[in-house]
């Protein structure tokens, strides 16, 4: 079982949700050349809400997730795409059915 998650929290600026749910969608191919990155998810929770889930097998996976490239891509459009910073919250797993 995967122990070790992030949960990133996105909130789009007025006008800004199609370039969000644009650059989330267009980061799967960076997800999918994360070999620690176990599962990614993006997704929309409300007309200006978006997140990303995924899990690592260990810390060193959820570390290298941070200092890679989606992260980077996030970090760098923040400004201009969210109203605030985005809210990344460390999630260690409890229970999961795979």
């Known amino acids: 079982m995967v122990k070790y998650g992030l949960l990133a929290k996105l909130e789009a600026k007025p006008g800004k949700e199609r370039e969000v749910a644009a650059l989330l ?3 799967l191919p960076l997800a999918q050349q994360e070999h620690e990155t176990r599962t990614w998810y993006a ?5 200006t809400s978006f997140g990303i889930f995924d899990t690592f097998d260990d810390e060193h996976g959820r570390q290298a997730h941070l200092q890679g ?3 980077k891509a996030l970090m760098n459009n923040a400004d201009r795409l969210l109203a605030s910073p985005p809210t990344i919250d460390k999630v260690d797993m409890m229970a999961a059915k795979q």
């Open 43 to 47: 997704f929309q929770t409300g007309p």
């Open 25 to 27: 969608a267009g980061a």
């Open 69 to 71: 490239e989606i992260a």
